[in-house]
C-alpha cells in the first residue's frame, strides 16, 4: 500500500485506463447519456462531415450513433427528422437533387482507422434555405490528456474504473499462473453490472412517425401503409 510506482508503470496504467475507456464508450449501456448538439445546415448542401478537427464541416467528436435529429427554421420552428440507415438513403432516386426542408437524417460512420476521425451526415432532402440541426448522438467518453486531469465523475463510476483497472492490469505486475483474485474480479465486474443497471433506466425519447406502426413507410413519399 506504501509502494510507489515507477513513472514507467504510472504511464503505462494511464495508456491503460484510457483503452477501457475507449472500449467502454463503443457499449451503450456504460455511457450515462446521450449528448445533445446543433449544428448549421447550408442551402444546397445535403453532405456534412463530422469529427474533431476544424477542417471538417461539424467540428466535434464523431459520435458512435445518432439516435433523434431535428431541424429548427428561421422563425425558430423546429420539426423533427426521421433516422434511416445508409441503405435507405441510397435507394432514395433524388436524393441528390430534390430540395426542400430536410425530414431524415443518415449517419455513415465511415472507415474506423483514418487520419482525421470523421463520419458523415446525409440529409434528405436538400436544404432549401439555411437550417439549424439538433441532433441526440451517442459519443465516446473524453480520454484524460494528463496525469494531472481534475474530472466530475457521477458516484458509481470511480468503483468501477478503479477495480476494472486492476483487473486490466493484474497481468503486467504478476506471473502468468497467478489469478487474478476472486474479490477483486466480483467487485470488477458487480461495479461494470451497477453502471449498466443504471444506466438503463436513462429516458429515450421516442418520435412517432404517421403510418409507420404495423406498416411500412415511404421516405420518399412520407406516406405509410
Known amino acids: 500500500a506504501n509502494e510507489v510506482p515507477a513513472a514507467e508503470d504510472v504511464q503505462d496504467g494511464f495508456a491503460a485506463l484510457n483503452n477501457m475507456l475507449n472500449e467502454w464508450s463503443s457499449q451503450p449501456l456504460m455511457v450515462r447519456g446521450t449528448i445533445t448538439e446543433t449544428f ?5 448542401q445535403s453532405s456534412y462531415s463530422i469529427g474533431a478537427s476544424a477542417s471538417l464541416n461539424f467540428n466535434t467528436s464523431k459520435p458512435f450513433s445518432i439516435f433523434s435529429a431535428e431541424v429548427i427554421d428561421s422563425s425558430n420552428t423546429s420539426y423533427p427528422v426521421e433516422i434511416i440507415d445508409m441503405a435507405t438513403y441510397n435507394a432514395i432516386p433524388d436524393a441528390l437533387y430534390n430540395t426542400g426542408r430536410p425530414r431524415a437524417l443518415a449517419f ?6 483514418q487520419t482525421v ?7 434528405y432532402y436538400i436544404p432549401d434555405q439555411g ?3 439538433k441532433i441526440e448522438s451517442h459519443k465516446p467518453f473524453t480520454e484524460f ?3 494531472s486531469d ?3 465523475l457521477e458516484p458509481h463510476y470511480p468503483r468501477a474504473l478503479i477495480y476494472n483497472l486492476a483487473v486490466d492490469m493484474w497481468a503486467d505486475f504478476h506471473d502468468a499462473s ?3 483474485p476472486q474479490i477483486l474480479f466480483r467487485v470488477a465486474e458487480e461495479s461494470k453490472h451497477n453502471l449498466r443497471v443504471v444506466n438503463s433506466s436513462r429516458a429515450v425519447s421516442i418520435l412517432d412517425v404517421p403510418g409507420t406502426s404495423r406498416g411500412t413507410f415511404d421516405i420518399r413519399t412520407y406516406e405509410g401503409s
Open 145 to 147: 490528456a494528463n496525469l
Open 131 to 133: 437550417y439549424t440541426l
Open 117 to 123: 476521425n470523421q463520419g458523415k451526415i446525409y440529409v
Open 108 to 113: 455513415d460512420p465511415t472507415p474506423a482507422q
Open 40 to 44: 448549421p445546415l447550408v442551402q444546397g
Open 178 to 180: 497467478v489469478q487474478v
Open 150 to 152: 481534475v474530472v466530475t
